[in-house]
């Protein structure tokens, strides 16, 4: 028999982004931004459940709140780029192309009911009636008061801070000739992403939507509810003992659902006291029976016990009902999900019912704006605490707007996410530097992800001043044609320090590097500067610079300031009574400066005669493995480079970084520290990032510098594959400053990864509050773009000899690999 949609359709009309029902039902819908699934731990999850629990309570009898959560599977489809996408780009948008994930929307319905409007049973409701009249129309004082309570409830959830609602509208619930709007939706079944369509929906034997398979299961009995819950639950597969990741209790039935489904929440809310009244009055009749049945003893005992939680702690009373709604293109594929959501259930040790006899009722009831046609008997009578548990309290894990960042893995599916670390958190209040602390062990994929964060700022307009020891960046460098240098006996790297345009005075930048650069070539490991030293420097520096600009014609450089010193300022110290009785040794530091002079072992180190115009380029990569034990030569090689890098911070208008690799026995001097303590505080002031990279705690904890000038500059903390590191994980925790949370998802990193993915794991807090971890997934091309492995690299190498170019070379060997063999893991 069918029927026509128009007899017993239940939607009136949408007025003023009102919803109205032609029972005479008004119903305000949101859509809900909810947190990201493993961004928050147990004590988040409570303080989220207290603030559900304070709005509902504020909402007025008679009322019905209709959560929908949609989960629907869909592949990835890039946007089109807004600009001609660079060759690794190009990879990755066909490497993602076409990966299917769980889309996820959340949908919140509060609906007012006409005071006199009979309840829908599964016997009697508006899709079994043959015609629909309103009983009843809401007055424009009681739809003012409803909606002011609504109001109320939507600052309470947003007070929260972890909740955004925005109201739908008329455009969001009716379709357009390109869009199909929620009702639409709902009624095919179609994810956001899906075109307008037509589909016949049968209801009987089975319900069945167009092609499409459908199944209920519900928590249709109290009996089947759990005895116990609580507002979150350890996420067993990225858990420890000691580091448990938390997710809301219904995570089960959401995002960890792997396919199509609606996960409906409902409650109604009735007259406190005249609920109160009548389970008082059954509980009266049931002490009065409960001497001739055990059954009644302890039907007795559960009502008595309702009633003193209620009344002793002042908790609501509401009727709930719990289903989800699936589906599948062929009834085979439904019978393969179907195991999978009563297994869901168990986990949370209730008992799902699937529905077959009122499975269209409570499809019917789905729809938006018809929560009031869902049939009473099933629901359970329950108190608002417990059954706000069962809330869906969390989302999949967001991709930013932002132009500025990197692609990374959404942690369950691997759906490219664009994750932007430095400017939009700190529009948002997460972080006020770019700054950014990267620590990894060995083999843990640290220099792989730098990598691919090189790139994206590369890709995205950045200057770049890297420091390495190892070549981890020589194919990136090779690839984009930067400007790479290494030092060699043959060639070794020569600056000039003291150069600058005549007659322009000192910036302060500039003096902070030349007395860094002078203190660790007089003082070396020894010990640190006096006050009394440090003050002559200074001295003896703006002297020179004095002396230079009324000098023009001569060619600065160390040897002059040399000279300087020999001459000039030693007869002015002789000269001048107080500065002779400092303690201020300047035949000492003539002494020791004297191989970098004129006809010294490093004379060439100070005194290059040409400047190599390195501003507009925008990658500069200083490799420094062949000095990297050098005593002399690598604090010195390493300030040059700052150096370079202050240059870089007088552009106007673009992003500048500086990103130290390894470099930590040049850091690790009191004399160098001063100036990365400078360049730490001020960088952010001309639109730039300082990133300092290691693999070793005991690097962060030895170096007073670092915990002083990095540490408590760097509000951006990156964490990779930390399992070798778990006994000096309280140490590394006290040092970073990690709450228990980012503790937890630290430990939980490389955990549980998905069978047959090619994946590392990486942690990224900023600031104190926001934290998540994100897969680290790339394309053949990037990852044999990044690789650190020697054997790889070489086979790099040769396939860019044979093919002309690295570009093809990486292309060929891709290919060759990509039909051959699984790439291995980064």
């Known amino acids: 028999m069918r029927k026509d949609l128009n007899e017993c359709y239940p939607l009136l009309d949408v007025e003023e982004d009102v919803l109205l029902s032609k029972q005479g039902d008004v119903t305000l819908g949101f859509q809900v931004e909810l947190p990201e699934l493993f961004s928050m731990d147990a004590r988040d999850y409570e303080t989220l459940h207290q603030s559900w629990v304070k709005a509902i309570k504020g909402l007025p009898a008679g009322c019905l709140l209709h959560k929908q959560d949609w989960f629907v599977r869909e592949q990835v489809s890039l946007p089109a780029p807004t600009q001609t996408p660079s060759f690794l780009s190009r990879s990755s948008d066909r490497f993602f192309a076409g990966r299917p994930y769980l889309a996820q929307e959340c949908y919140l319905y509060i609906t007012c009911k006409p005071r006199q409007r009979r309840a829908a049973t599964s016997l009697w409701n508006t899709l079994l009636k043959p015609s629909l009249l309103p009983q009843q129309t809401l007055d424009a004082e009681a739809l003012s008061a409803f909606e002011q309570s609504v109001q109320q409830f939507r600052h309470e959830l947003e007070q929260s801070g972890w909740l955004r609602l ?118 009266l009749r049931l002490q009065a029976l409960s001497q001739h049945s055990r059954e009644n003893q302890r039907t007795y005992a559960s009502v008595q016990a309702f009633l003193d939680e209620a009344f002793a702690q002042g908790r609501r009373p509401v009727k709930a009902h719990i289903n989800v709604l699936c589906w599948a293109p062929t009834e085979a594929e439904l019978q393969a999900i179907k195991p999978q959501v009563v297994a869901a259930f168990q986990r949370l040790e209730a008992v799902a019912k699937e529905e077959t006899v009122i499975e269209a009722q409570l499809f019917w009831a789905g729809l938006p704006g018809n929560a009031a046609e869902l049939p009473r008997e099933e629901t359970v009578q329950t108190l608002l605490e417990p059954v706000a548990c069962w809330l869906m309290l969390e989302r999949s894990t967001r991709t930013s707007l932002s132009p500025v960042g990197l692609r990374l893995g959404e942690r369950l599916t691997g759906y490219p996410l664009h994750v932007d670390l430095s400017d939009e958190p700190r529009e948002q209040g997460h972080i006020d530097n770019r700054n950014k602390f990267i620590v990894g062990p060995s083999g843990s994929g640290k220099s792989f992800f730098t990598n691919h964060l090189v790139r994206s700022y590369y890709e995205q307009g950045a200057h770049i001043v890297l420091v390495d020891i190892g070549h981890s960046y020589a194919g990136l460098c090779e690839l984009v044609q930067g400007y790479y240098f290494t030092y060699t006996s043959q060639a070794p790297l020569a600056f000039n320090p003291f150069y600058g345009e005549p007659g322009q005075p000192w910036e302060p930048a500039k003096m902070e590097l030349l007395k860094g650069l002078l203190g660790a070539l007089w003082k070396k490991q020894h010990s640190e500067l006096t006050p009394s030293e440090y003050t002559g420097l200074s001295s003896a520096l703006r002297g020179y610079a004095r002396w230079q600009a009324a000098h023009p014609d001569v060619f600065p450089c160390f040897n002059r300031f040399y000279e300087y010193l020999f001459v000039e300022y030693a007869s002015q110290v002789k000269n001048d009574p107080v500065q002779q009785t400092q303690a201020f040794d300047l035949d000492n530091l003539l002494y020791v400066l004297r191989p970098f002079y004129q006809g010294g072992e490093f004379d060439y180190l100070l005194n290059a005669e040409t400047q190599l115009d390195l501003v507009e380029q925008r990658l500069i990569i200083f490799e420094l493995s062949q000095i990297q034990d050098h005593r002399i030569l690598l604090p010195v090689v390493t300030l040059m480079i700052m150096e370079v890098f202050m240059k870089k911070l007088e552009l106007q208008g673009v992003r500048k970084i500086l990103l130290i690799e390894e470099a930590w026995k040049a850091i690790a001097r009191e004399g160098m520290g001063e100036y990365i303590r400078y360049v730490f505080k001020t960088v952010r002031k001309s639109f730039g990032e300082a990133i300092v990279v290691t693999q070793e705690i005991d690097d962060i904890i030895s170096s007073p510098i670092v915990k002083q000038a990095i540490l408590a500059n760097a509000d951006c903390k990156i964490l990779l594959g930390q399992f070798k590191q778990a006994p000096k994980m309280e140490q590394l925790q006290q040092l970073l400053g990690l709450t228990e949370k980012q503790k937890a998802q630290v430990m939980s990193l490389n955990k549980a990864r998905a069978a047959g993915e090619s994946y590392k794991e990486v942690f990224i807090s900023l600031g104190s509050e926001w934290s998540n971890v994100y897969r680290v997934q790339v394309s053949p091309t990037e990852y044999l773009c990044y690789t650190t492995e020697e054997r790889e690299k070489m086979q790099v190498t040769a396939y860019a000899r044979r093919y002309g170019s690295f570009q093809q070379g990486l292309a060929m060997l891709a290919a060759e690999r990509r039909d051959s063999t699984t790439l291995e893991s980064p």
């Not at 619930?173 to 869009?179: E, I, L, M, N, P």
């Not at 307008?196 to 089975?206: D, F, N, W, Y």
């Open 166 to 283: 925005r109201k739908l509208t008329r455009d969001d619930y009716w379709s357009t000739a390109h869009r199909p709007g929620l009702v639409e939706r709902y009624w095919h079944l179609a994810g956001a992403s899906d075109a307008p369509q037509i589909k016949e929906v049968t209801l009987k034997p089975k319900l069945r939507v167009g092609s499409q398979a459908t199944c209920v299961y519900t928590l249709a009995e109290a009996a089947s509810w759990p005895t116990l819950c609580g507002v979150s639950r350890p996420l067993e597969a990225y858990s420890s003992e000691k580091a448990p990741v938390a997710t809301g209790l219904s995570s089960v039935l959401g995002q960890l659902l792997p396919c199509n489904h609606i996960y409906n929440q409902y409650l109604v809310l009735e007259s406190d006291a005249q609920v109160l009244q009548g389970w008082e009055q059954q509980r």
